[in-house]
């Protein structure tokens, strides 16, 4: 965002240069710059910037629209004691004119765009209306970034809750949700996804059989057999993990994905019985990073049998039921890259 908002800036070639800096409060009071664009970029090399007050440095418009939380304009550069420190620079790329308009937040700057122009009077009151607004806008966009992240960590530990919440009630299968969710996650990136459909993805790994809550433990560890009506049972749990988060406003299909993680590609799957491209590709990695943990597995009805039958397995329904990218990708971490699943 930094980097596009200077480029922008400079595209009008009468603004040589445009940066945007991040006030620290460390003892010399450094501003980095994060972003910068225009001709005379190299005018910032070597230059350390500081916005304290007993420094020549921090006598510079940038330092003082920190400490000030006010826009600094100066039309002629070369007149201008506060530009002292930097006359030779100045002379060297021929600025004339200067803005320093402060990125404020919380009662205090956070740091400062600042915006040079070749122009004498090139920031009058128009000029600087814009600039301000600009700031504003910046401010508005690390607000918003910042509360994403908290908002994600929120939905995350949610998550978390839920998946812990599920495993303390069934001890059997006690670290299934983790082992899914990392050969899932790792799947998701092999495959090229993007970041922000495998965050989705890793949460909906975590939950994905957040369902079976509501199936009667005695089920769930049983040694036996099922019966066809204990079997339906535990096949609704799809559809009761989706009415469980439905109604969470993720910014993710969860509760889809998770109703789909038994659906095949011949629509033999359930609970909707859907077919091919209809399966959303979340979904149709987790299926396949359910099949491979579960088998791997020790289950109460049957011990574990090991991750080159799980290899089989996927491989025999490969293209008829499981997606062939997925499997082909699986295989390849196993085979060739020496995937593992996480220890405990």
């Known amino acids: 965002m930094f980097r596009d908002i ?13 940066w945007i800096g991040w006030a620290r409060d460390d003892d010399y009071r450094s501003v980095d710059i994060l972003a910068s664009a225009g001709m005379a970029q190299s005018y910032l090399d070597d230059l350390k910037i500081s916005w304290r007050d007993d420094l020549d440095m921090g006598q ?14 100066c039309n002629d550069a070369r007149i201008h004691t ?21 990125l404020n937040a919380n009662s205090h700057s956070i740091g400062v765009l600042v915006i040079y122009s070749t122009q004498k009077n090139a920031f009058r009151e128009g000029e600087v209306f814009i600039f301000d607004i600009l700031a504003e806008n910046i401010c508005f966009g690390i607000k918003s970034r910042r509360e994403s992240e908290i908002f994600h960590q929120v939905f ?4 978390s809750a839920l998946a812990t919440a599920l495993e303390k009630r069934d001890p059997y299968t006690a670290g299934h949700e983790r082992r899914v969710t990392d050969l899932a996650i790792t799947l998701g990136k092999e495959m090229g996804l993007e970041a922000v459909r495998l965050a989705g993805l890793r949460l909906a790994s975590m939950v994905h059989d ?87 597995s020790h289950r109460p009805y049957r011990p574990a049998l ?16 499981l997606d062939v990218e997925t ?9 060739e890259r020496q995937y593992e699943f996480p220890k405990p």
């Open 60 to 73: 510079a418009p940038s330092a003082i629209a920190i400490r000030t939380q006010t826009t600094q304009v």
């Open 210 to 296: 957040i369902g079976k809550i509501q199936i009667p433990i005695e089920i769930l560890i049983k040694p036996g057999r099922l019966t066809t009506t204990e079997f339906d049972l535990i096949k609704a749990h799809s559809v009761a993990g989706y009415e469980i988060l439905k109604d969470i406003k993720f910014p993710w299909p969860i509760a889809e994905i998770v109703r789909q993680h038994h659906e095949m590609l011949d629509g033999s799957g359930y609970p909707q019985g859907l077919k091919g491209e209809a399966i959303l590709k979340e979904a149709r990695i987790l299926t396949v990073a359910d099949i491979v943990e579960a088998m791997s």
């Open 327 to 335: 499997v082909d990708t699986c295989l390849r971490l196993f085979h």
């Open 6 to 18: 200077c480029e922008a800036i400079t595209a009008d070639k009468r603004y040589v240069l445009a």
């Open 82 to 102: 506060e530009f002292k420190s930097f006359h030779e620079h100045i002379l060297r790329y021929g600025i004339h004119s200067v803005i320093a308009v402060p």
């Open 156 to 159: 995350e530990d949610t998550i």
């Open 306 to 321: 090991g991750v080159e039958r799980a290899l089989e397995e996927v491989t025999r329904l490969r293209g008829s039921k």
